[in-house]
């Protein structure tokens, strides 16, 4: 099983960037789909979940502001992040439970200048 991460980049202060997360290889199911990031100097932290059935958690620092996503037919979990802020960059990092086990992808940069 393989995460692929894309979608990162440089962008202004209030503008929005779409990151996108495919898992690949031998799949039955999925079941949580998660995004955290990691900002320089700091730990891992988490940003967003989405269940099997669709439920949606947030950090408060992002509720209103990012939406996450996922199609299950390309196994992909999206993180659309909208009005971003210099505090929003990051290395974000997607986490996907497959078969019951926990993978993590590569990370994708998030660069907000201000």
């Known amino acids: 099983v393989q995460l692929q991460a894309s979608g990162g980049g440089l962008v202004q202060a209030g503008g929005s960037l779409r990151l996108s997360c495919a898992a690949s290889?031998?799949?039955?199911?999925?079941?949580?789909m998660a995004w955290y990031r990691q900002a320089p100097g700091k730990q891992r932290r988490f940003v967003a979940a989405?269940?099997?059935?669709?439920?949606?958690n947030y950090t408060d620092s992002v509720k209103g502001r990012f939406t996450i996503s996922r199609d299950n037919a390309k196994n992909t979990v999206y993180l659309q992040m909208n009005s971003l802020k210099a505090e929003d960059t990051a290395v974000y990092y997607c986490?996907?439970?497959?078969?019951?086990?926990?993978?993590w992808g590569q990370g994708t940069l998030v660069t907000v200048s201000s």
């Open positions: 986490n996907v439970y497959i078969d019951l086990q926990g993978y």
């Open positions: 290889g031998s799949i039955s199911s999925i079941d949580a």
């Open positions: 989405i269940t099997s059935g669709d439920t949606t």
